[in-house]
């Protein structure tokens, strides 16, 4: 294969994979499997090693966490806070030993062995010994402003001993003891107010609070698990030593660590702690295992977001048995009749889980699973919750086979199966549930971000008519909002002002929010990028699309397929009458001399505008771009998970500023 087709293949499984992670993360409306998820990023991550000049930054296998939210102020990290590489069982962990006993020419060197706490990872920062700055790990580079929470928490001193001109980054893990995290959900119920669902997101969403009053009041504790940047600090050689002195300061630093020097001892541990686990007071999703020396692990370095020198080793996945009640189907955006289980609730891992995905039809099939069936559930870490298969001998022969309806469960219109589609389809546009999934996907974030449009408000409009296709957004008038449930004078007129300000959203947004199958903002960039207005997309066919890295055949076909149908033309033409911005580039690049005599460079994921675009507002406002950081670079411009352009920034001493400080200097 040439470098070009292997390349096209890359670009294509990364659109799909961002597609899915959209689905996944922001839309909780997941089309396919975690194992078909898996197999794809398998794929991405095996073409990328064996083509490693073709991995760029921002590939999903190189993004770190989420990016900060806007109710924060931002904090640049002084060092990049990375993630921790997986294996998953001592095959995989024997891989990872013998690589690096071979990167440092030696194979007996001390590691050590830690518990992986499942809690929030933040960084803190004291200078000349006071504690200033607590923040997220964000998306790894700039993560969010939490000082005032941080402060709140017992075991973190707000004075350490250190001399003048010091700094030290202290990181550690903020989570939320079990015993506490049952008594406050207790109390929260008793209130009654919605219990969290477990104490990971105890943890995160007591620390993310604006008022650190709340916080105050909630169950919260941190692990210190290492330092990143120190300045004017005495240094230790390991990590091991490091953490003792952190412990004499007065941090929480875990008990259960181990300074070992094999694999075996490795492997005891872990057994050890996949039995013990349960003993623990707070919830831990593996082991850590890390080199101990600093000079080691300079000479390991790491790749992308992990370290070489850790890793971590996941415990296996927490299954359980409960009954499967009923087979109920979802209509999603695109028609796709999804199937989901109806589950006797059960908790695992700290969250009770009331309902699964069973994929499609035919993996119901496969797996044979009935009605009133006992089935294995699993779930780990963050993944939705999946059914193995029925526990045979648990079988009473009341167990009934489910058979995929003849018609759509919401709007009873006939359903189809497509040869080479797993999916069974509702393909009448006006049905219901497939127009409420399709507009909450048209308002939300990554679309036209319709602020105060929820689900309910959503739902209201469906229901009294006022909606019918997401165009209509664009013609309520004030008496018509002002007459649903819940709407005052004040609401009224600030969902009307965000209707209004979203026709200004530059053309990806309107691409991504049209919810063309397999067009998520990625390919939406990609495409805004290359025409003049959505009108040019009915021009394209299979061959000039598929031209584009990044859009394969069945991407290409979908576009073709969407910009092929009348009602689809109507409802464009009726976006561009009713004032929506059909247009590329047509935002902020105000001409102007503002950015005369300065030199800019980019680098990492950006994320509310392409390179290109950056590019072109900074040129039409005096300013210059250039590809690497050097004495005469004014800014570096940095978006998530930068490369090396990063720290060269910060050696030369060069302002790094987010892409919302430059449009801010506009
Ligand atoms: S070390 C460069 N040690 O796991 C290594 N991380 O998946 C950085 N975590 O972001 C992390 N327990 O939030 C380290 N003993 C431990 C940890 C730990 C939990 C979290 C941490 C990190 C994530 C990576």
Redesign the pocket.
């Known amino acids: 294969m040439t470098d070009e087709s292997i390349n096209k293949q890359i670009d294509s499984l990364r659109s799909l994979i961002e597609f899915y992670n959209i689905q996944y993360y922001q839309l909780n409306d997941s089309e396919i499997s975690d194992s078909e998820y898996d197999k794809l990023f398998n794929e991405l991550k095996t073409l990328e090693d064996l083509h490693p000049h073709l991995v760029s930054p921002q590939s999903p296998t190189q993004k770190v966490g989420s990016p900060p939210l806007d109710q924060f102020a931002k904090v640049n990290h002084k060092s990049p806070?990375?993630?921790?590489g997986n294996v998953f069982d001592n095959e995989q962990l024997e891989a990872w030993y013998s690589r690096i006993s071979r990167l440092l020419d030696d194979d007996s060197f001390e590691m050590q062995c830690?518990?992986?706490?499942?809690?929030?990872?933040v960084s803190i920062i004291y200078e000349n010994g006071s504690l200033t700055t607590g923040s997220t790990?964000g998306n790894g580079i700039i993560g969010e402003n939490i000082t005032n929470n941080i402060k709140t928490l017992k075991n973190v001193p707000h004075n350490i001993k250190s001399s003048n001109n010091s700094l030290i980054d202290i990181?550690g893990?903020v989570y939320c003891p079990l015993d506490q995290f049952h008594s406050f959900n207790k109390q929260r119920e008793l209130q009654g107010l919605q219990p969290y669902s477990n104490p990971r997101n105890t943890a995160s969403g007591s620390l993310r609070q604006l008022d650190p009053e709340i916080t105050a009041k909630r169950p919260l504790d941190i692990?210190i698990?290492?330092i990143g940047t120190t300045i004017g600090i005495h240094e230790y050689e390991t990590h091991s030593e490091t953490l003792d002195w952190l412990k004499s300061q007065g941090f929480n630093i875990?008990e259960h660590r181990k300074i070992i020097n094999s694999v075996v001892e490795i492997a005891d541990y872990y057994a050890y702690w996949t039995e013990m686990r349960n003993s623990l007071n707070y919830d831990?999703d593996g082991i850590?295992i890390?080199v101990d020396s600093y000079q080691k692990q300079n000479v390991l370095g790491?790749v992308a977001r992990?370290?070489r020198w850790?890793i971590?080793y996941k415990y296996p996945a927490k299954t359980e048995i409960t009954k499967l009640i009923q087979i109920g189907i979802n209509v999603g955006r695109t028609g796709s009749l999804n199937p989901f289980a109806e589950l006797d609730p059960i908790a695992i891992g700290g969250v009770t889980v009331k309902n699964a995905t069973l994929h499609n039809y035919e993996d119901i099939q496969k797996k044979d699973i009935r009605v009133n069936d006992f089935v294995y559930i699993r779930r780990s870490g963050d993944v939705i919750p999946q059914i193995l298969g029925p526990v045979l001998e648990k079988r009473t022969g009341n167990e009934q086979v489910f058979t995929m309806p003849t018609e759509c469960p919401s709007c009873n219109s006939q359903i189809y199966k497509y040869s080479d589609d797993v999916n069974y389809y509702c393909i009448n546009s006006e049905c219901p549930d497939q127009f409420e999934n399709h507009l909450i996907h048209f308002v939300s974030k990554n679309c036209m971000d319709i602020r105060g449009l929820g689900e309910e408000t959503i739902r209201s409009l469906i229901n009294s008519k006022l909606l019918n296709t997401p165009a209509d957004l664009y013609e309520l008038t004030f008496d018509q909002i002002i007459s649903l449930e819940g709407f005052k004078q004040l609401s009224t007129n600030n969902l009307i002002s965000s209707i209004q300000e979203s026709k200004q959203r530059p053309l990806y947004s309107l691409i991504s929010a049209l919810g063309i199958k397999f067009v998520g903002s990625e390919v939406s960039n990609l495409l805004s990028r290359n025409i003049n207005n959505i009108f040019d997309l009915f021009e394209m066919n299979e061959s000039k699309l598929t031209a584009f890295p990044g859009i394969g055949e069945k991407i290409a076909l979908s576009i073709c397929s969407y910009f092929s149908n009348d009602n689809n033309i109507y409802q464009i033409t009726r976006f561009r009458d009713l004032g929506v911005n059909i247009y590329s580039n047509n935002t902020i690049e105000n001409q102007s001399n503002i950015l005369l005599g300065l030199t800019f460079v980019i680098t990492g994921r950006l994320e509310n505008h392409t390179r290109s675009e950056f590019e072109s507002i900074i040129n039409s406002n005096g300013g210059k771009i250039t590809s690497n950081v050097s004495n005469v670079t004014n800014f570096l411009i940095a978006g998530a998970d930068p490369g090396s352009k990063f720290t060269k920034a910060k050696e030369l001493n060069v302002n790094i500023i987010t892409e919302q400080e430059l449009l801010e200097m506009l």
Not at 114 to 121: C, I, R, V, Y
Request: aromatic residues 12%; charged residues 30%.
């Open positions: 806070m990375l993630s921790l830690e518990l992986k706490f499942d809690g929030l990872a790990r990181r893990e692990f698990y290492g875990n831990t850590v890390k790491a992990e370290p850790a971590a």
